[in-house]
């Protein structure tokens, strides 16, 4: 992953092998939407589900993560069945897009690479992504698509960000520790 | 943790069930941008009838949705309006434009009709995308609406990674019980005894696994699929689209006027002859109407000012 181009890690490559796992990414989004969120705040529950396109990030770049957040939003509120939010799905897709950035900074999880370096550029990046996606998107989506009052939509946002934020350091930065570790250990060949 | 769950797997026998993929999704897109477009009472009603029709058409069996239906609306409803009314009251004045004081609370704290009026009409723009969303789920599977999304012109890999998702999400689901069965019998506490922060860490020990034994699987579905020539060409045929019947004809017809009323309504009210505030309202005659811009009630922007 280390020798391609920056458009590349963008985008990332979509083979069959991308797509199956954006799709198993969507559905893994889904059902920790569903089943694995503690409630906190109006709309808003500290979900883990973000936790999906970071993984999906740190293995193929950040537009599958984008895709995979977007897609796994969408199923998630068809099958929750709480009516379709396009302002938190699109939110949550922006988010994702900052949060799977990982390659683009040297993080190559399956290659084994994640170090302390990478792990505070990921908190800042989750802190931005989230800021940018539910300070600046997601209020401006709420109000031009359901009329719903600013100040009330900025104060959700916000803590929906906090808990994101949260959610995706306190357990993201263990998690892509403990990947990195495991796919270290499957390639461990060197070259002399 | 199945009867939660609305979407249907297996076509129904009803009229809406039968229609084809495309046009489920056609007329659920145009209901959408309907609903999104317009704050008007009278273009909302009406919507939201002719969703609770289909709803009821389809012959449902009604306990989860009432359930989620009463979740959504105590949290989204009733905690939003309280914070809207503690937050900002001004809310009536900004959006619908009028300013008749029904009781006037201590400090900034007061309720007028418009505001009412405003919670009024955005609870029923709410219950309207709810039941839209809603009367959707019951009447698609999942591959009509892939197949339908892949006819509204989304490449077909994207159409892919729906219906995929939706395939998986049974054994996925099934994975996170077993996992956190294990899990909590190995003294990994998930309930609330424990603190929310303990929850926080000890949801690692359920994540990991989870994402291994998940993602486990790509390699071989993807090999799977290589192997039957998946993404050899540039178009894809769909088993669950069929001919357009003469209902589909009818439904497509109807969604195509719906589409020309919204862009005929918007162009009209917003554009060539735009009513001053946001929402409209039947007590406040044109020239009453009290139009404040939107960037200014942020409460933020105070702070530049001075």
């Known amino acids: ?192 | 943790m199945n009867n939660r769950m609305v979407i249907n797997y297996t076509p129904g026998p009803t009229l809406l069930h039968k229609l084809s993929g495309f046009t489920k999704v056609f007329l659920f897109l145009v209901m959408t941008v309907a609903i999104i477009a317009t704050y008007d009472i009278r273009i909302l009603v009406p919507l939201l009838i002719l969703n609770i029709i289909e709803i009821v058409s389809m012959k449902p069996n009604y306990k989860p949705i009432l359930i989620v239906f009463a979740i959504t609306f105590v949290t989204v409803t009733l905690l939003g309006n309280v914070m809207l009314f503690l937050v900002s009251p001004d809310a009536g004045l900004n959006n619908v434009g009028g300013n008749h004081i029904l009781w006037q609370g201590p400090g900034r704290l007061y309720i007028s009709k418009e505001f009412l009026w405003y919670m009024f009409v955005v609870f029923i723009k709410r219950t309207t995308s709810f039941a839209s969303v809603m009367a959707f789920a019951l009447a698609t599977t999942p591959s009509e609406f892939a197949s339908g999304l892949n006819k509204c012109g989304l490449p077909y890999k994207v159409c892919t990674i729906v219906s995929l998702a939706y395939r998986t999400i049974p054994d996925i689901a099934n994975d996170f019980v077993n996992i956190r069965n294990s899990m909590m019998m190995r003294g990994v506490e998930m309930s609330k005894k424990a603190s929310v922060w303990k929850r926080l860490k000890n949801t690692v020990y359920l994540l990991v696994p989870l994402i291994f034994t998940a993602f486990g699987k790509v390699n071989d579905i993807a090999n799977a699929m290589d192997l039957r020539g998946y993404g050899k060409h540039k178009k894809r045929t769909w088993f669950a689209e069929n001919e357009p019947t003469k209902w589909d004809k009818i439904f497509r017809v109807l969604t195509i006027v719906l589409l020309i009323a919204t862009v005929y309504y918007v162009v009209m009210y917003r554009f060539i002859n735009p009513w001053p505030a946001k929402f409209w309202c039947p007590w406040l005659a044109r020239e009453e109407v009290i139009s404040v811009n939107a960037i200014d009630t942020i409460f933020f922007m105070d702070w530049f000012k001075k």
């Open chain 1, 1 to 192: 992953m280390a020798n391609k181009s920056f458009g590349q890690k963008l985008l990332g490559t979509w083979n069959t092998r991308t797509i199956v796992a954006v799709a198993i990414g969507a559905a893994l989004f889904g059902v920790l939407m569903n089943y694995g969120g503690i409630p906190v705040f109006t709309n808003t529950s500290l979900t883990t589900a973000m936790i999906v396109p970071v993984i999906i990030g740190a293995m193929f770049g950040p537009l599958p993560a984008f895709v995979a957040a977007g897609v796994g939003n969408v199923i998630a509120d068809l099958i929750g069945g709480w009516g379709m939010w396009f302002d938190w799905s699109i939110g949550n897709a922006v988010a994702a897009c900052f949060v799977g950035a990982l390659p683009l900074y040297g993080a190559y999880i399956t290659e084994g690479v994640f170090e302390v370096k990478h792990a505070v550029i990921y908190a800042i990046l989750c802190a931005l992504g989230n800021m940018i996606a539910f300070g600046v998107v997601t209020p401006i989506l709420t109000t031009v698509f359901y009329g719903g009052d600013l100040n009330v939509t900025f104060l959700q946002a916000f803590a929906g960000s906090l808990s994101n934020i949260l959610v995706e350091v306190v357990i993201g930065i263990p998690i892509l520790f403990l990947l990195a570790r495991r796919y270290k250990a499957r390639t461990n060949l060197e070259e002399e």
